[in-house]
């Protein structure tokens, strides 16, 4: 069992920076891909972003490419998502969650354990 919990949302200008992160508790960290959701009002939640256990391979959303960067410090159990030049689009709930898998997978339903969300909303 796999305790998530994000921090780090907030309100932020277009254009600017903004990290969220997610500590784990619980057992074997290491063990799980781990991956930034989010879901923005009205809409289905979508994938961000992954990382695979050690932290060498990543996978993006197109969306995010090039803005979005996925890590994780498995000695403290947390994974970050820092976001750059945020846009307006990118208001959402931003939701870690974790995947026995070893595979970076970009569907919600795949992962096994989920965090409760934390807001980040882009001004225009």
């Known amino acids: 069992q796999v305790q998530l919990v994000e921090s780090g949302g907030g309100l932020v200008q277009a254009g600017g920076s903004l990290s969220v992160s997610c500590t784990a508790s619980?057992?074997?960290?290491?063990?799980?891909?781990m991956a930034w959701f989010r879901q923005a009002p009205g809409k289905e939640r979508e994938f961000a972003a992954a990382i695979s256990l050690g932290g060498r391979n990543t996978r993006y959303a197109d969306s995010v490419k090039g803005r979005f960067t996925i890590s994780r410090d498995n000695a403290k159990n947390t994974v970050y998502l820092q976001m750059n030049s945020l846009k307006p689009e990118d208001t959402a709930v931003y939701y870690c969650?974790?995947?026995?898998?070893?595979?970076?997978?970009?569907?919600?339903?795949?992962?096994?354990?989920w965090g409760q969300g934390t807001q980040v909303t882009v001004s225009s």
């Open positions: 619980g057992r074997a960290f290491s063990t799980y891909v």
């Open positions: 969650a974790a995947d026995r898998s070893s595979l970076l997978r970009t569907v919600p339903g795949d992962y096994d354990y």
